[in-house]
């Protein structure tokens, strides 16, 4: 019996406020109940010692239980607000009647506040209030029709005080049992109230510190593009290759806050990986030293090298770097763990070197931290491939450029060995070749020379003869500009000239090789091969012979 109790007790919803609703309704019809139940029983015992009045307590204590039964079924199936009226209402009507047939007393004050008070614990204060009023007014109207003879007096109390005495005793216990689930309630809000603000507190606290992880990750976050865009930026301005790598050593140290970054760069061979820039004293000390790796070796660098892969090395106490000039003791900090990453520089197609960075802490290099970092190593390793690239097409620009002006200064100097004297003279009249102008106006000495030069070479002069008076600035101007236009006309059509040419030579050899390859016999291809080659060439004299190859 006493295991079943709090089955029947138990929620039957996961509605945490209607599992409470629930809870309350049935110890409350529990303790309503029980002390019906007990007024019915003592009832019984007096009508059957002779007591005739203590049968109304029996109906009374007896008639009330299916009202609470249908409460509690209905409470049962989540209709608790419905199934609190039922209690409520059947005990005031009982009380009201009670009053009806035996007068007022102390039971029907007592009832009365079981009822008020079963009405604010089950459904609210509005409700406790309704039938408060409702409570008065019936003992106010069932006190003016007593006094006017309209309902029975009150019962002699020689004759009702001992069902008076177990109504008001269990009506006290009940109203004890109320009270009791009333404080319950009390308590239970107020350890709800308190337990909500401990929650939200935390709630709150624990906001607070992911805002404030939030916004560490946007700075540095908003840190790690900068430092991208720097590098990018760095890269349009320097195009030293070595002060580049300075610079951003420095850059990704001081903006992210590591004591050393140290860049790596592999040789064309990929046989050795140098140190090309540090941030730290102690690693301008081995840049210095001319400090490198084997690419391949047990060395972190080198095992990075070869491996292609970020590598992680945590709480480390002893500086790998400085292990290696025998200077251990030199690094700060030595007690204290650090840690260290190495990521690779490479491209889609070119492995380019390392990024070498330390950190103070231990454990400093989270997936979010190397998240970053691998992005501005790969970004980094753009930069310097593109510089390199950039550096090779101006080489490369360069070695086409003397090519070209080798070339261009041969043709000129083959052109004006066929031709000594070339150039035209023009007197204010007459335009005339240089070799048939008036001896006068070859030895006149000109006012205003301007050189003609083809690609940094000279190939001629323009020469002016003033009227009485000395070049100007303006004149100087106009006739340097008008030499450097006719300095790039006369190298288009030489270059057109030579295109000309080079067209018709292709064109002849073309035929030539058509008639060679349309004869099969060695004689025709000999005579053929004899007599274009004296044709197209204009010689006095060809000859071809088959000599046979050499003794060995």
Known sequence: MREQIPHWLAPTTNDPDIARRQYTLNIALLGL?????????????????GNPTAIIGALVGFGIQPFYLLAYWLGRYRRVRLASYFPIISVFL?????TYQMGLGHATLIGYAMVVLTASILIGTRCALIFTLLSTTTYLVSGVLQAAGMLPGAIPPEATFVVDTVAIGLGLCALVILEWINSREINYAIEREQELNTRLQTYQQQLEEQIAQHATDLQQRSTQ??????ITHKATLVRDIDRLLAETAHLIADRLEF???????SDEREEWASLRAASSQWGERLLAEGHKVRIGSEHPVGSVAKSGKPLIMTNLHSNVALDELGEESSRPNQTKGYSRTILPLQTAHRFIGMLDIQAAEPDAFSEETMAALKTIADQFALVIENIRLLQEAEERLIEIETLAGHQSRESWRRITMERPVWG???DGVQIVPQDKAPVTARTMEPNLTVPLQVRGTPIGR?????????PTPEDRMIAQAIAEQASQALESARLYQETQRRAIREQLVSEIAGQLRASLDPD??????????ARVTGVRMATIEITGPEPE
């Not at 593009?225 to 720097?230: R, Y």
């Not at 004591?259 to 760069?265: A, D, E, S, T, Y």
């Not at 291809?525 to 274009?532: C, G, I, K, M």
């Open 33 to 49: 109940a029980g002390t019906g139940f007990l007024l019915g029983i003592i009832s019984v015992i007096l009508w059957a010692l």
């Open 94 to 98: 009982l009380i009201t009647g009670g």
């Open 225 to 230: 593009l900068d430092v991208i865009a720097q």
């Open 259 to 265: 004591p050393h970054v140290g860049i790596f760069l």
């Open 424 to 426: 035209y003279v023009y």
């Open 462 to 470: 323009l020469n002016l003869v003033l009227k009485d008076r000395t």
């Open 524 to 533: 025709t291809v000999l005579q053929t091969t004899v007599r274009e080659l």
